[in-house]
């Protein structure tokens, strides 16, 4: 069993930052790749970042391209998502997630969750 636990969110102004921990423990794979995906009230679930389990490769939604950042600690089982220059529109519950069996993209491909934590961000 794997499990995911988030922590780092809250209430920030916009143009603040935020860090995002996921922490990883259980069977997972040092290399599995971790992503984070966002859920706003009444809209579907997005893609937000990813990154390969060495660190080696991240791919980042166009809405937060140059603004946040994905990173991963392996001796921690730990990814991380540093998220600058916050706006409004950010706001949302925030999941981290591991293991795509085929898209990163894709929500549905994901094999393991974590519980979400909630960012928000006010104007």
């Known amino acids: 069993q794997v499990q995911l636990v988030e922590s780092g969110g809250g209430l920030v102004q916009a143009g603040g930052s935020l860090r995002l921990s996921c922490a990883a423990s259980?069977?997972?794979?040092?290399?599995?790749?971790m992503g984070w995906f966002r859920q706003a009230p009444g809209k579907e679930r997005e893609f937000v970042a990813v990154i390969s389990g060495n660190g080696g490769f991240t791919y980042y939604a166009d809405s937060v391209k140059g603004r946040f950042t994905i990173s991963i600690d392996n001796a921690k089982k730990t990814v991380y998502l540093q998220m600058n220059s916050l706006k409004p529109e950010d706001t949302a519950v925030y999941y981290c997630?591991?293991?795509?069996?085929?898209?990163?993209?894709?929500?549905?491909?994901?094999?393991?969750w974590g519980q979400g934590t909630q960012v928000t961000v006010s104007s």
């Open positions: 997630a591991a293991d795509p069996d085929g898209s990163y993209l894709r929500d549905s491909d994901y094999n393991y």
């Open positions: 259980g069977r997972i794979e040092y290399n599995y790749p």
